[in-house]
């Protein structure tokens, strides 16, 4: 039901938009979000027990699609964001007059995809799964009509993604000669005894098997499209790939490294690590040279961070080499705690963006004196990606994460980690401080031009940053609420998401 709920949703307002008159379009976006609400509800009757379906007959333990503690787990983060998109959406299709039915019908179309991949257990379903998340993607960063930047970032999105998932293909062609077998715990049965003369074919399937999974997380070297397609994409866009594309990443690389591939731990365990260093120290590299009167900057920051990010996440998965796989609980706690957060920030870009379509970090500077709600929760937001009080959360999930680093014995990557944390610091506090700053006085003809330069972003998004500041659509300050909400919570009670880095989420 989690994945029937939205995929039966993004047919209904498919056809239903062919017979709606303009009007009552928005109709559309508030069916899309009841629909994606109505998926998240349908996890709770889940939570009894593990479920499993389309077994083979002959092996009953090979399954295609389960529903375990770790399925309901990410499947949460993933429908509960695609929510939190949902509702920023609202707002953001009329004003930028993105076709309606199309729109919502890719979004739920994606989020489908997104909840089918972490139950998957064989690698064409895993496959399948991560391209009905991945293609709707593409037309959803080129929605803005007219506008260059959002075509280049959804060309370049489209050319990258397609040549990963190529390459994921024909690695699982390899895995499947050497084993015979797609299902995960076949796989991994037959790797263990792989003919000597099948064996370097077998590992050449496991490398090439990564790199699609490694693409999605925006890992380095496959990160190169992030920057631009997140600037040029609508900022709800933007927000649902920074969570919800990195969740399905991230997913499938905890699947298939660690129950399709444990015999090849030697290979994918140091790969791993080599790119969380990589990733995270490229990533915050990249987010210190971002400029405060760059157009597009303080997404351009958002986007390098969620790559230094990325590279957080990665560490338990390679310490699962090293170790035992309950390694990975760290990542499925650190992972909620930024999807929570990380949506919260794109959520006050958006506010922002009605007023500032310009999106420079210097568009933010006096947003406590203009809106302190929203200038709070932002500095909330950035103070858990930092680490730093009061975001207790993102403190204790960085933690986590680099326990994992020392239990594994990669106490260099530990290192590293910290080093990299240390250096985020300066720029997640020098926005937080651009916040409480006093806010400049509008210079001669600036209105004008921001509003020529916010053509992109909706004749709405332009008229008012001509005409001074707007009210908050109450679907924005809804997810700005929610996410401020579940955050402060999780730094009261970091053991509701903490308790997964304990392990025990895939059952023994």
């Known amino acids: 039901m989690p994945v029937v709920i939205p995929a039966a949703v993004a047919l209904v307002v498919l056809v239903a938009d062919l017979f709606l008159a303009e009007h009552r379009k928005p109709l559309l976006g508030w069916a899309s979000v009841a629909g994606l609400a109505a998926a998240t509800a349908s996890l709770l009757p889940l939570r009894a027990g593990d479920r499993s379906t389309f077994c083979l007959i002959g092996d009953p333990a090979a399954c295609s699609y389960t529903a375990d503690h770790f399925t309901l787990v990410i499947q949460f983060l993933v429908l509960a964001g695609a929510l939190v998109t949902a509702l920023l959406s609202v707002t953001a299709v009329d004003d930028a007059r993105m076709p309606a039915g199309e729109y919502w019908f890719l979004l739920l179309s994606s989020a489908a995809g997104a909840a089918l991949l972490p139950a998957s257990r064989d690698l064409a379903t895993l496959i399948v799964a991560l391209e009905v998340a991945s293609l709707p993607a593409f037309a959803l960063v080129g929605m803005r009509r007219g506008d260059r930047l959002s075509s280049e970032a959804a060309l370049k999105f489209f050319l990258s993604s397609v040549t990963a998932t190529a390459v994921s293909l024909f690695g699982i062609s390899l895995v499947y000669a050497a084993t015979g077998s797609l299902h995960l715990v076949q796989v991994a049965d037959r790797l263990e005894d792989v003919p000597g003369q099948l064996d370097t074919l077998a590992m050449a399937g ?52 660690v129950i399709a591939f444990p015999a090849y731990s030697d290979i994918w365990g140091p790969a791993l690590a080599v790119l969380a260093a990589l990733t995270m120290t490229l990533g915050n590299a990249a987010a210190l040279r971002q400029s405060a009167d760059r157009p597009g900057g303080a997404v351009r920051l958002l986007a390098w961070s969620s790559v230094g990010q990325a590279g957080y996440l990665l560490v338990p998965i390679a310490a699962a080499a090293y170790s035992d796989r ?30 500032k379509p310009l999106q420079r970090i210097s568009d933010y500077r006096g947003l406590y004196a203009e809106r ?93 940053v001509a005409g001074g500041r707007t009210g908050t659509p109450w679907p924005v300050a809804v997810a700005i609420a929610v996410t401020a909400a579940v955050s402060v919570v999780l730094s009261g009670a970091p053991q509701l998401v903490l308790r997964f880095a304990e392990g025990g989420l895939f059952p023994r």
């Open 372 to 464: 302190p709600a929203a200038a709070l929760a932002l500095a909330f937001f950035l103070l858990c990606l930092a680490g730093l009080p009061p975001g207790i959360i993102g403190l204790f999930a960085k933690v986590a994460v680099f326990g994992s680093a020392v239990d594994a014995g990669l106490g260099w990557l530990a290192v590293l980690m910290a080093v990299n944390v240390v250096i985020a610091l300066y720029y997640y506090l020098r926005w937080t401080a651009v916040l409480f700053r006093a806010p400049e006085p509008l210079a001669a003809g600036e209105a004008g031009a921001a509003a020529g330069a916010g053509a992109g972003a909706g004749a709405a998004a332009a008229a008012a």
């Open 206 to 257: 496991v490398a090439l098997t990564l790199v699609g999974f490694a693409f999605k997380t925006a890992a380095v070297p496959f990160h190169f499209w992030v920057p631009d397609t997140y600037v040029g994409a609508p900022l709800p866009v933007a927000g649902y790939l920074s969570v919800i594309g990195k969740a399905v990443g991230f997913t499938g690389l905890i699947l298939v490294t």
């Open 326 to 355: 309950d390694q990975i609980g760290s990542t499925v706690a650190y992972a909620l705690m930024y999807a929570a957060v990380n949506l919260g920030a794109f959520a006050v870009a958006a506010l922002v963006g009605r007023t």
